[in-house]
């Protein structure tokens, strides 16, 4: 049993002439017909009763009539569902970034882009920085986005955008109304960091300016601003956490002497060969966040 000869039998039950299928299918009525009989012979069940007037489905061609259908139409659906997938109008990409990235730009970029283009399901996960590589590595995710760390040769990264490191503090605390701090303002401060915020590359930084060994760490971004909220801590992290500066009534206060920047990568394998729904989210990403001033 093939398409075209399921596609026969749908014209001709429409048309109910064997003329006008023909037409349509543009064969001559021998070949409409020697399909038909190819399909009737398969089957083993006479499709119509035919006279030299009309042509009538038969009480086995009305059974089967609506299964021939639902073939066809789905054919036509998945060679449609191809045909977005090929345009980039339909697809899937599987990104992993850093809670803190997610809840304050990537989650408002993903969901703008999928109103532009509501076909293609952006999965995101959350994962510490080093685990985004380990996402893009395994091949868990296609993409990742997130602080740049040491990364394997398989794997290739380009800058999306830069923020710097700035000290988090309560409204009431002493630095809150300070126009910037320098390193060494920190020295006595009881000091927070996040778990895997990159403690060692700010220390190769800073070099012995402060030694950041009496620093707490804590698993979980929201922990630490609740922490500082409170006004007896201080943190260093980067300056694109500050859309949650009014929920916890936060200050964040420039670092100088030195500033130190910190590169948000786009991470994927060498070898991935991506497909068009992931390369449009990708030029989109890259160009919304090329602008990007936290």
Same mark, same amino acid.
């Given at each position: 049993?093939?398409?075209? *000869?399921?596609?026969?039998?749908?014209?001709?039950?429409?048309?109910?002439?064997?003329?006008?299928?023909?037409?349509?299918?543009?064969?001559? +009525?021998?070949?409409?017909?020697?399909? &038909?009989?190819?399909?009737?012979? @398969?089957?083993?069940?006479?499709?119509?009763?035919?006279?030299?007037? /009309?042509? +009538?489905?038969?009480?086995?061609?009305?059974?089967?009539? %609506?299964?021939? +259908?639902?073939?066809?139409?789905?054919?036509?659906?998945? @060679?449609?569902?191809?045909?977005?997938?090929? *345009?980039?109008?339909?697809?899937?990409?599987?990104?992993?970034?850093?809670?803190?990235?997610?809840?304050?730009?990537?989650?408002?970029?993903?969901?703008? =882009?999928?109103?532009?283009? %509501?076909?293609?399901?952006?999965?995101?996960?959350?994962?510490?920085?080093?685990?985004?590589?380990?996402? $893009? *590595?395994?091949?868990?995710?296609?993409?990742?986005?997130?602080?740049?760390?040491?990364?394997?040769?398989?794997?290739?990264?380009?800058?999306?955008?830069? /923020?710097?490191?700035?000290?988090?503090?309560?409204?009431?605390? %002493?630095?809150?109304?300070?126009?910037?701090?320098?390193?060494?303002?920190? @020295?006595?401060?009881?000091?927070?960091?996040?778990?895997?915020?990159?403690?060692?590359?700010?220390? *190769?930084?800073?070099?012995?300016?402060?030694? &950041?060994?009496?620093?707490?760490?804590?698993?979980? =971004?929201?922990? &630490?601003?609740?922490?500082?909220?409170?006004?007896?801590?201080?943190?260093?992290?980067?300056?694109?956490? /500050?859309?949650?500066?009014?929920?916890?009534? &936060?200050?964040?206060?420039?670092?100088?002497? %030195?500033? $130190?920047?910190?590169? $948000?990568?786009?991470?994927?394998?060498?070898?991935?060969?991506?497909?068009?729904?992931?390369?449009?989210?990708?030029?989109?990403?890259?160009?919304?966040?090329?602008?990007?001033?936290?």
């Amino acid at each position: 049993m093939t398409l075209r *000869q399921l596609h026969a039998f749908i014209l001709i039950e429409q048309y109910r002439s064997f003329v006008q299928a023909a037409e349509q299918m543009h064969l001559t +009525q021998a070949a409409l017909s020697h399909l &038909l009989r190819e399909l009737e012979t @398969q089957l083993g069940v006479k499709l119509f009763h035919r006279t030299t007037r /009309s042509v +009538q489905l038969s009480t086995e061609g009305a059974i089967f009539l %609506p299964y021939a +259908q639902r073939i066809l139409s789905n054919v036509q659906g998945a @060679q449609s569902c191809a045909q977005s997938l090929r *345009q980039g109008k339909r697809g899937l990409v599987r990104l992993s970034t850093t809670a803190v990235l997610a809840s304050t730009h990537i989650m408002s970029l993903v969901a703008g =882009f999928q109103e532009r283009t %509501p076909g293609i399901e952006i999965q995101m996960q959350e994962a510490l920085p080093s685990g985004i590589v380990d996402d $893009v *590595q395994a091949e868990r995710v296609d993409i990742g986005v997130g602080p740049a760390r040491r990364a394997p040769d398989s794997l290739e990264s380009e800058l999306v955008f830069s /923020s710097s490191l700035c000290v988090l503090c309560a409204r009431n605390h %002493p630095f809150a109304n300070k126009p910037f701090l320098t390193w060494k303002d920190l @020295q006595a401060q009881p000091l927070l960091l996040v778990k895997g915020g990159g403690s060692e590359e700010i220390a *190769q930084n800073i070099g012995n300016i402060i030694s &950041l060994a009496h620093a707490m760490e804590v698993a979980h =971004f929201t922990t &630490l601003l609740a922490t500082i909220a409170i006004g007896k801590h201080v943190a260093v992290t980067t300056a694109y956490i /500050s859309p949650f500066l009014p929920v916890y009534q &936060l200050c964040a206060i420039p670092l100088k002497q %030195p500033v $130190v920047e910190r590169q $948000v990568l786009l991470y994927r394998r060498k070898d991935w060969i991506a497909n068009p729904a992931a390369l449009i989210f990708i030029d989109y990403l890259k160009a919304e966040l090329a602008n990007y001033q936290p």
